[in-house]
C-alpha cells in the first residue's frame, strides 16, 4: 500500500515537473524590477498612485485583489488564494495534502496569517502561542552568513510532531514584566516587556548561549509591490537616510537559487530576498514541507526517530503550487487610506513628518510593477517603510544576528493598512513579537536610531498624539 502511494506521489511530482515546462511559464509575469526614490513631498512629475482597493473596515480588508487584473491573472489569484488556505498533513494522514513535517508550528499558511494579517501575541502564560513562533540561534554565522541553527532543534522550536509517530520538539509560553512610561503632558502608559518560558524540551536543553527570538506573523498583503522595489531603490533611500542622520541599511542575504548575496526585504530582519524564496523558506520552516528550492526534511541527529518517518518522494510542495502562492501574494493588494482630507488628520500627517518617522517610514516609493493594468508603467505606492535595517535599541534587541542584521536591528515595519488591524485580526499587537497592544506602546518601544522619533512623541500635547494617532489609524 504505502509503496503503491510513493509511487504515485512519485508520478504525480514528475507530471507536475513536466508540466511546469509548459505554458505556465507563459502566464507568470516577472516583476520588472526599476526605479528610483521619490522625495517625501514631491508631487511635481509623479506617476500615478498605484489604486489602492477601498475597503469598508471588515475582516476581508486585507484580502482584496489589485484593481486592473485580467481574466487570468483573477483566476490565478483564486487558485492561489486556495493554496494558501489549503491544510497539509503528514504522509500518508487523511484529510490534507501530504508533506506536513516531520515537525512542525501549523497545517496551513492561513493558521498564522488569519485574513493575511497579523498573528496574536498571547496575553500570558496561561496561552498557548499559535502564530507566534520561536527562532532559535547560536551566536555565530554559518558559512553563508546566515544565524546557525541550534545543533539539536534547529531554526525554530517545533510545538508539533506526528500524532502517535514522532514527539514535537517543545513547547514554550510568554511571560510580560511591566513598566511604565510617564509622557511630557503626565499621561502614564504601560508596557510590557516578553520573556520567554520553555515549558517543554524533549531533546535535551537549549544551553544559555541559544538565542531566542519570538517573531509574530507578519500582514501578507502588498508584498508584490514591495518586492518591486528594485535594489538600486533602496541604495538610493539608504544614501539621503545617511544624509538625514539616520542609518538604514540593507540586509545582504543569500539567494537560495543562485548563491549571489542580494538585498533582503522580508521577514522582521529582512532575511529573505524576494517574495519566492520568502514563499519556499515559509513552507520549510514553519509546517516542514520541503520544496525544490528547499529540500529534503530537518532532522536534527539526535532526533533519531525523525529520519524513520515515511515520507514521499519528491519535492511535497510542487512548483506549480509555490508559484500559485507567489501568485496570490503578489495581486493582494494594500487597502486604500480613509478619511485623508480630515483636518486632524492632516495636522497628524505633518506631526509624523516633524516627528521624523517618515525618515524611516517612507511614505511613497516609485516602482515599475508588471501586474494587470500596471504592466511595465512608473507607479506609486505608498508603504510607510524602507524595507532597511535600522538599530531599535537595546529595548527591542533579540541578541540574533543574521547576514547583516545585528542584535538590535529590525527592518521597518509598512504602516500601510496600519488602522484596519483590528478590524481584520481582532487585536492590537505590534512590533516583531506583538509586545506593543496599541500604537502608543509601538512608539514608546521605539529606541536607537529612533529615540528622538520617541521623544518627540513623548513632548507632544495630547491633542497632538490623538492626530498624530488619528493619521496613522487612516493607514
Ligand atoms: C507557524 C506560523 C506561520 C505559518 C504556518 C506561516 N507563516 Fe508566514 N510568517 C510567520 C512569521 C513568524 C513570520 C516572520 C518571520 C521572520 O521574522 O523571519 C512570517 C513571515 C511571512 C512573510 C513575510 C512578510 C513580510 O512582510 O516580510 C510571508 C510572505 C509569509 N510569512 C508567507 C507565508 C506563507 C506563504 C505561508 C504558507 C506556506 C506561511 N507564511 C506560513 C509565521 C507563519
Ligand atoms: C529609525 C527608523 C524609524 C523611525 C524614525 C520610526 N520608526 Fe517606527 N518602526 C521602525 C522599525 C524598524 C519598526 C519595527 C520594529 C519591530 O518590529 O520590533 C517600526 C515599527 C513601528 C510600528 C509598528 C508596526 C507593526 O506592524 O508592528 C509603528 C506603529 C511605528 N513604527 C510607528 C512609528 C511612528 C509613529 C514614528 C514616529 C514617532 C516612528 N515609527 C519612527 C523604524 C522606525
Known amino acids: 500500500m504505502v509503496r503503491s502511494l510513493l509511487r504515485l506521489a512519485g508520478t504525480l511530482a514528475m507530471l507536475a515537473s513536466v508540466f511546469l515546462l509548459l505554458p505556465l511559464s507563459a502566464t507568470r509575469i516577472p516583476v520588472a524590477l526599476a526605479g528610483a526614490v521619490e522625495p517625501t513631498n514631491d508631487t511635481s512629475d509623479k506617476p500615478p498612485l498605484l489604486a489602492h482597493i477601498y475597503v469598508p473596515e471588515s475582516v476581508a480588508a486585507y484580502s482584496q485583489p489589485l484593481q486592473g487584473l485580467s481574466d487570468i491573472e483573477i483566476r490565478e489569484f ?15 494522514l ?12 501549523a497545517g496551513s499558511c492561513i493558521e498564522c496569517h488569519p485574513g493575511n494579517g497579523r498573528g496574536r501575541a498571547p496575553d500570558g502564560p496561561g496561552e498557548t502561542p499559535h502564530s507566534l513562533i520561536l527562532q532559535l540561534a547560536q551566536r555565530h554565522l554559518d558559512s553563508s552568513g546566515r544565524a546557525l541553527p541550534h545543533p539539536a532543534y534547529g531554526g525554530q522550536l517545533n510545538g508539533r510532531g506526528i500524532l502517535g509517530k514522532l514527539i514535537e520538539e517543545g513547547q514554550f509560553r510568554m511571560e510580560y514584566r511591566t513598566r511604565t512610561v510617564r509622557l511630557a503632558d503626565g499621561e502614564v502608559v504601560e508596557l510590557r516587556a516578553p520573556g520567554v518560558l520553555i515549558t517543554a524540551l524533549w531533546f535535551g536543553p537549549l544551553g544559555d548561549k541559544t538565542i531566542l527570538s519570538p517573531r509574530i506573523a507578519q500582514p501578507v498583503f502588498g508584498l508584490g509591490l514591495l518586492d518591486a522595489v528594485s535594489d538600486s531603490t533602496l541604495r538610493a533611500i539608504a544614501e539621503r537616510q545617511r544624509r538625514a542622520g539616520f542609518n538604514g541599511r540593507i540586509n545582504f542575504v543569500r539567494d537560495a537559487r543562485t548563491g549571489a548575496s542580494i538585498a533582503g526585504r522580508f521577514g522582521h530582519k529582512a532575511t529573505e530576498p524576494h517574495l519566492e524564496q520568502q514563499i519556499a523558506a515559509a513552507f520549510k520552516n514553519e509546517m516542514g514541507v520541503n520544496s525544490d528550492l528547499y529540500p529534503g526534511e530537518d532532522c536534527w541527529p539526535i532526533q533519531e526517530e525523525c529520519y524513520r518517518i515515511e515520507t514521499i518522494l519528491g519535492a511535497e510542495v510542487q512548483d506549480m503550487q509555490r508559484a500559485a502562492v507567489l501568485d496570490y501574494l503578489r495581486m493582494l493588494a494594500p487597502p486604500a487610506r480613509r478619511a485623508t482630507e480630515d483636518p486632524q488628520v492632516r495636522r497628524g500627517e505633518t506631526l509624523f513628518e516633524q516627528a521624523r518617522c517618515a525618515g524611516c517610514h517612507i511614505p511613497s516609493i516609485k516602482i515599475q510593477v508588471d501586474i494587470g493594468q500596471h504592466r ?90 490623538q492626530a498624530l494617532l488619528r493619521f496613522l489609524d487612516s493607514l
Open 78 to 92: 483564486a487558485t492561489g488564494k486556495a493554496e494558501f488556505a489549503s491544510r497539509w498533513v503528514a504522509p500518508f
Open 94 to 105: 487523511s484529510g490534507g495534502q501530504w508533506g506536513l513535517g516531520p515537525q512542525s508550528n
Open 376 to 465: 511595465k508603467r512608473d507607479t506609486v505606492i505608498e508603504p510607510y517603510t524602507d524595507l532597511l535595517l535600522h538599530d531599535m535599541g537595546d529595548g527591542l534587541a533579540d541578541g540574533f544576528r543574521t547576514f547583516s542584521a545585528g542584535e538590535r536591528d529590525w527592518r521597518t515595519a509598512p504602516l500601510w493598512g496600519l488602522g484596519l488591524r483590528k478590524a481584520v485580526n481582532g487585536n492590537e499587537n505590534l512590533m516583531h513579537d506583538g509586545r506593543a497592544r496599541s500604537v502608543t506602546e509601538a512608539i514608546l518601544w521605539h529606541g536607537g536610531e529612533a529615540g528622538a522619533s520617541r521623544q518627540a512623541f513623548i513632548n507632544m500635547t495630547l491633542e497632538e498624539r
